[in-house]
């Protein structure tokens, strides 16, 4: 057989070892890597490009060489999983850089961190104060994680004491001019549904690219083609709004109830509490159901 085809052989046979061994290792292997992986992933791809390369009448010791390699990164994946100090030894510990506003000048020392390098890291988790920060940990992987302090962090609802409905997420039911039968079945509709909505908006399913159904139940589509694009409406229905903004008032009235400092201004806010409850309660039933 000539040299050539040997290689290309081989080559093919290493790739298709490769996949499956890296299935076996899993996506961890391959998102996270810890030192050991990290050396295991080398070593791996050394070995492989031995047994696509080398033509001597040895080459399958390439292959028990990749067996064992593996079994050993399986068998220290299962010993960290149920050893904490096996884990602490392979995988590492976190590091603290930065606690209450202060950078820790032996801990940048330690993972041979220089300040250019850490405000880097700051400044890709949109941080450019360090004063801002409450704490700083270097991960295990070597990934700088930052908590803000509660002055500097994004308001939420839940900060704000309000209460907002459950959002799921969108699910894609058409794909590459694909209709997703399935999908549609699970959100309640059918293939004719999804062509009356494409016929109301004068858009052939033969022109969408993409298409998807929100949490309000609103169709998304997309046709890939800024000329041709339809108009997808973005707002809630009125009597959504309405009642979120309600519950928004009436979680707010709450929220500075409790706050009170003192017992004459929690009944201020108890009393508006109870009349706005007793107001809402007289708008139309079909408005206040969900």
Known sequence: MPSWIEIVLRTLAAITILFALTKVLGKRQISQLSLFEYITGI????????????????????????????????????????????????????????????????????????????????????????????????????????????????????????????????MTVLMDGEIQDEVLSNLGHDRQWLLQELEKRNVKESEVFFAQIDSNGELLIDTGEESKQPQNSQQSKPKDRVIMLIEQFEAELIRLERLSRNESDRRVYQTAIDRFQASTKSLPDQLLKH
């Open 43 to 170: 070593s791996i791809g050394n070995i492989a490009a031995y047994i696509s390369l080398d033509l001597d009448n040895l080459w399958f010791l390439g292959m028990v060489s990749l067996a064992v390699w593996v079994s050993v990164s399986v068998g220290m994946e299962f010993l960290t999983i149920k050893s904490k100090k096996a884990r602490d030894f392979i995988d590492g510990k976190g590091t603290v850089l930065i606690k209450d506003g202060q950078l820790l000048k032996e801990s940048l020392h330690k993972e041979r961190l220089t300040l250019d390098e850490m405000l880097e890291q700051l400044r890709k988790k949109d941080v450019y104060r360090v004063a801002d920060v409450e704490f700083a940990v270097m991960e295990s992987s070597g990934e700088v994680n930052v908590l803000l302090k509660k002055a500097y962090q994004p308001l939420t609802p839940d900060t704000l004491g309000w209460q907002v409905p459950n959002e799921r997420e969108a």
